[in-house]
T-cell receptor, first 115, second 112 residues
């Protein structure tokens, strides 16, 4: 079974802090994704990565950056946390679709509160 | 841009059938997925359908695809209280990364 592990289930930080959210997958997937989930808005893609050191902006990248130094690990960074970044953050991974059906597999999420 | 629409809420009685509907705009989706999210948890892959199929059955779940109308349905037979969750329709955009487009999700409440 694919395992996507997010380092924290709950996190509380202060405005202006630099925040790191970590995600690790154990299936050697090329693709990794960061989403945020807010009530009534569904999931919105922040950033994704299709290879080590490669990244692309998603729909709402402002205020975030990412790092992918190793294939299994994808980090989301809030450079200077603000209260409007309080949300549920979800990480996912997948293989390229060139090999057929390759769904995204999700971690359990990190509920981040910025005070 | 691509868009997915789902109703926000559905309430059914235990033992009844549930039908969760989804409409989408991107016509190039090859695989279309349904995910389930239980309270406080991440998303769990429930089922999927390939775009050249009209229907797929998997135990209590039936997925119906009307590609012409870009309409996807998830039918749950004999709905149980354990089926209470948020259900997301997620068409895949294809390509190497197969980005998914998510709707708001439908909260299914099963009354005993």
């Amino acid at each position: 079974d694919v395992k996507v592990t997010q380092s924290s289930r709950y996190l509380v930080k202060r405005t202006g802090e630099k925040v790191f959210l970590e995600c690790v997958q154990d299936m050697d997937h090329e693709n990794m994704f960061w989403y945020r989930q807010d009530p009534g808005l569904g999931l919105r893609l922040i950033y994704f990565s299709y290879d080590v050191k490669m990244k692309e902006k998603g729909d709402i990248p402002e205020g975030y950056s990412v790092s992918r130094e190793k294939k299994e690990r994808f980090s989301l960074i809030l450079e200077s946390a603000s209260t409007n970044q309080t949300s549920m953050y979800l990480c996912a991974s997948s293989s390229p679709t060139g090999t057929g059906n390759q769904p995204q597999h999700f971690g359990d999420g990190t509920r981040l509160s910025i005070l | 841009g691509e868009d997915v629409e789902q109703s926000l809420f559905l309430s059914v009685r235990e033992g009844d059938s549930s039908v969760i509907n989804c409409t989408y705009t991107d016509s190039s989706s090859t695989y279309l997925y349904w995910y389930k999210q239980e309270p406080g948890a991440g998303l769990q892959l429930l089922t999927y359908i390939f775009s050249n199929m009209d229907m797929k059955q998997d135990q209590r779940l039936t997925v119906l695809l009307n590609k012409k109308d870009k309409h996807l349905s998830l039918c749950i037979a004999d709905t149980q209280t354990g089926d209470s969750a948020i259900y997301f329709c997620a068409p895949g955009l294809g390509g190497a990364t197969n980005k998914l487009i998510f709707g708001t999700g439908t909260l299914l409440a099963v009354q005993p």
